[in-house]
């Protein structure tokens, strides 16, 4: 699929990722299985998602001689989980990139009307210069997601790179229309077919804060 713009969007193409994702799927997997797979997805695609993390060049010593190398630079990036199921992803991704500063976006999506509302924010006031890393796993009408995106970027965010488990075709045009030229990446476990009339990911894996935690 050829999504027109400035976002740059990457659907995983491995088949340990496609594995992990098959057990994910299936509504036989138990919740801490569900769990551990979703922290190793994310660790795999966090890889692609960092790719570029600014870097900035030291010098260091090796035992053996002076050499150049480089360590993630200031200001560091900034982690932001969606509550409730993207609290799931955050461990995975802490694991890639552990000096990176974590912030909170709690949001929710009204069943009936799909719109998302926003009932928790902790984040740095001031993300100028920040390159930030949402974590939702299911990206499915885009509202979520896109909410998430303005504020970011109303905070000042440099950049924004998404990491979804999996995405419906509805919800990657959604964000690609939001985001106009900002400079927004997407990194997704998968592109499944379509979104049901429940908004639903199709196949999917149904509600996945409930398959993480348990039905609220
Ligand atoms: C789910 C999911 C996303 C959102 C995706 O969260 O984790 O945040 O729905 O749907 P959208 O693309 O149509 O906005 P939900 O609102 O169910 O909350 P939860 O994480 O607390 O389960
Ligand atoms: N949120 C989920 O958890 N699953 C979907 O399929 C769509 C939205």
């Known amino acids: 699929m050829f999504y027109p713009g400035h976002m740059r969007v990457h659907v995983a193409d491995h088949p340990l990722i496609t594995h992990k994702l098959t057990v994910l799927r299936d509504e036989n997997t138990p919740s801490p299985v569900f769990r551990q797979l979703t922290e190793e997805l994310v ?11 600014r870097v900035s060049e030291i010098t260091i010593r090796t035992p053996v001689t002076t050499t150049t190398g480089v360590r993630i630079s200031e200001p560091r990036p900034l982690v932001v989980p969606i509550l409730r199921a993207g609290l799931g992803m955050l461990d995975g991704m802490v694991k890639l990139l552990p000096t990176a500063e ?3 976006l709690g949001m929710a999506r009204n069943e009936e009307t799909l719109e998302p509302t926003t009932y928790a924010e902790r984040l740095p006031v001031d993300l100028s210069d920040r390159q930030c890393f949402v974590l939702d796993p299911m990206l499915a009408t885009g509202g979520s997601l896109g909410a998430a995106i303005d ?7 440099q950049d924004v790179t998404a990491i979804c488990i999996l995405g419906a075709p509805e919800g990657v045009e959604a964000i690609q229309k939001q985001v106009g030229d900002r400079d927004v990446t997407l990194v997704l476990g998968a592109l499944d077919e379509r979104l049901n009339e429940k908004g639903y990911i199709v196949p999917g894996l149904g509600d996945a804060g409930d398959r ?3 039905t609220v």
């Open 102 to 104: 974590v912030g909170f």
């Open 212 to 214: 993480l935690y348990g």
């Open 151 to 157: 504020f970011l970027f109303a905070r000042g965010a």
């Open 43 to 53: 660790t795999l695609l966090a890889y692609e998602a960092t790719r570029s993390v």
